[in-house]
Structure formats: C-alpha cells, structure tokens
C-alpha cells in the first residue's frame, strides 16, 4: 500500500472554528509532513514528524497545532484561522533512516480549506 | 525564501516533442527531487537524485545534476498529454534533514 490519504476533502470553516485534518499512512514511514500550498504556488514545509516527534516547525502561528498519535496518524489542528489560511494542505511521508538519511516523499490528495 | 528557482515558468509542446525543466538551487544540497502535480492535486514523486550522482534515468525521465553550477535539469522525452502537469525541483539540503525546499515550478502543457 503506497497510499497516503487525507480527510476531509473539502473543509469550510468560519474563523471561529476549531477542526481537524488527519492524515494516514501504512508503509512504515518514520517521517511525516504537514505542507500548505497557495494556488500557483509551491508548497510550503509547516511541520515535520520524525519517530513521532515533532522535528520541525517552519515558524508556523500557533492557530495550527500538529500532533501525532501513533506512527500511522498525522492530525492538524485548526483553531481561529483568518482567511488568509485559505489553502490545499497536504501531508506527506517517507523512510527516514536513524534521523539523518531521507527518502522520497509519498504525497495524499490534499484538503482544500477555505476560511470564511 | 525558495532554495530552488525553475526554468522556464511555463512550457508548451506537441505530443512526441522532449521538454526540458531546468532548476537552479543556491545552498548545499543532500539531494534534489522532482515531483510532479496535476491541477489541485496532490504531488507525485517522479525522481531523487543524490549530491554524489550526476545522472539518472526512470523511463523517459532522465534527470542531471551538477553540483558545481547548483543546477539540475529534468528531460522528459516523446512527451505524452497526459504529461500535462506542474513540475517541482525539491532540494534536502543542510542540516535540516527531511526539510524539502521547492522550487516555482514549471508548468508544462502538452499538446495532443
């Protein structure tokens, strides 16, 4: 299986609200990504999980909140969003061997978030 | 700021024509990765080319880098509709291991 998959799709919320986006992967992978990508844009690193851990943050506002439960889950939590955070948020993942050497990373679909 | 700058930004061919994307990058790099998007989709890993190689093939991908001139290029040969799509150069470089850095991007349009 060299999928990863992301829910929901499609998310609107308003600026007040509190929502999830999750990520799945069951390949093994000991790396995991949060991107955020405006249109006609490339993407951009927000967050990167090593053996569960978070190893990176990009600076990002704390309105958006990565966790990590298990080595298959990869959730981000959205809180007070302004309409700016419009975005396709894709998560991604990949080998990792002993924190140093990393592989290609497998991309899900994405979820297009709008802030209203 | 991007580590990788595309060229061109836009790339327009027939069907059977080879289309070259070349991707320049200003600091030490592990490796340097292209990856392609289809409209609003999400992104499709096509090769990885490590600092210590200058060549690599996949298919009718073939993908050069030249470390000494920060460069890489991406050919891809008798090229096909559905390879209509937006290509990245990616670079892992540094000490941030696993922190990819994308390029602009090239968008390419073939024509049937």
């Known amino acids: 299986d060299t999928e990863v998959t992301q829910t929901p799709k499609h998310l609107v919320m308003g600026m007040t609200n509190k929502k999830s986006l999750k990520c799945e992967q069951h390949m093994g992978h000991r790396a995991m990504y949060w991107y955020k990508q405006k249109a006609k844009k490339p993407p951009e690193l927000m967050f990167v999980y090593s053996y569960e851990k978070l190893s990176i943050n990009e600076s990002v506002p704390s309105r958006f909140s990565p966790e990590c439960p298990n080595s298959s889950l990869l959730n981000l939590h959205l809180h007070a969003l302004q309409p700016e955070d419009s975005a396709l948020y894709l998560c991604?993942?990949?080998?990792?061997?002993?924190?140093?050497?990393?592989?290609?990373?497998?991309f899900g679909p994405g979820t297009r978030l709008t802030v209203t | 700021s991007q580590q990788g700058e595309e060229d061109p930004q836009a790339l327009s061919i027939q069907e059977g024509e080879n289309a070259t994307m070349n991707c320049s990058y200003k600091t030490s790099i592990n490796n340097l990765q292209w990856y392609r998007q289809n409209s609003g989709r999400g992104l499709v890993h096509l090769i990885l080319?490590?600092?210590?190689?200058r060549e690599k093939h996949s298919g009718r991908l073939r993908v050069t880098l030249d470390t000494s001139k920060k460069s890489s290029s991406l050919l891809i040969t008798a090229s096909r509709a559905a390879d209509t799509a937006s290509y990245f150069c990616a670079t892992d470089g540094g000490t941030s291991y696993g922190k990819l850095t994308f390029g602009q991007g090239t968008i390419l349009t073939v024509h049937p």
């Open positions: 080319i490590r600092s210590n190689e």
């Open positions: 991604a993942s990949s080998q990792m061997v002993a924190g140093l050497t990393y592989y290609e990373q497998y």
